[in-house]
């Protein structure tokens, strides 16, 4: 009886263990959320949402970066409208290049609430990426109300104009010595606008005085911040772009960068 008694607590126990090890399995798991509220754009075709999602899998889409998330343990989220709780199931929340009127004829705007929220969010160990776009292709308004609380404001201008097929018009060569650019001898970076930066906020990329990509630190969390939706499928790989372009790679360091910050959460 003692043994059987010995033998029953072993597996109670074995069980408190295994359970305990595939929760933190899962609270391990970070989980990716990318906006579909401040970027809702529909294909007229299909009627369907696309540009800078997960699920496009065309030159528009987000399809290839998702792939490195996943490749990392990650997992991958699409987001209505923010809120504290929509925001609480994530660990970073990546928001690109909200709509324009051009692009929807009812924008949904970053409210002054949701700023608020994000910012909180942020400040209790969120990971933020913010991926504008140039002027006049990205809602600068409201979508600046969210980035000064972070002490970054994109300017409403267009940098690195690039002519048909001269990629090289849009090339980054000086890259600085930060993690984004390990690896990575040359970017593409086609229509982009510039960051102004104050407070705690510091340039990860600065061009003829033009700070193209910055970060924050800020409370417990992260921000980062380029004006340009940047890594979409059409510029990731070589495609389109010369084999010298290292944006895969610089991807790659993006999305390790992030995954770096949200697991310290």
């Not at 308004?141 to 409403?156: E, K, R």
Request: with cysteine; net charge positive.
């Amino acid at each position: 009886m003692k043994t059987r008694r010995t033998f029953k607590s072993f597996l109670i126990l074995l069980v408190i263990i295994s359970s305990g090890f595939v929760a933190r399995t899962c609270q391990a798991q970070p989980v990716v959320g990318l906006d579909n509220w401040y970027n809702r754009e529909i294909n007229a075709k299909t009627g369907m949402p696309f540009h800078y999602l997960w699920t496009d899998t065309a030159f528009s889409g987000y399809s290839r970066w998702g792939k490195i998330f996943t490749s990392r343990g990650a997992k991958l989220s699409t987001l209505e409208k923010p809120d504290a709780n929509v925001l609480s199931k994530v660990n970073i929340y990546i928001i690109v290049d909200p709509d324009t009127t051009t692009e929807s004829k009812s924008p949904n705007y970053v409210m002054p609430e949701e700023a608020k929220i994000i910012e909180q969010w942020v400040k209790n160990g969120g990971v933020l990426a913010l991926l504008g776009n140039d002027a006049p292709n990205c809602e600068f308004t409201h979508f600046n109300q969210l980035a000064t609380q972070f002490g970054m404001y994109f300017n409403h201008v267009t940098l690195h104009p690039v002519t048909g097929t001269n990629f090289e018009m849009g090339a980054s060569k000086n890259l600085p010595d930060h993690p984004l650019f390990k690896g990575v001898s040359k970017i593409y970076l086609k229509e982009i606008s510039s960051i102004s930066l104050k407070g705690e906020a510091k340039p990860i990329l600065v061009e003829n005085g033009n700070v193209l990509i910055a970060e924050c630190k800020y409370g417990k969390g992260y921000v980062f911040a380029i004006g340009d939706p940047w890594i979409y499928n059409e510029y990731m790989d070589h495609d389109r772009l010369p084999a010298s372009f290292d944006n895969r790679k610089a991807a790659e360091n993006l999305t390790d960068l992030l995954l770096s910050y949200a697991k310290k959460k």
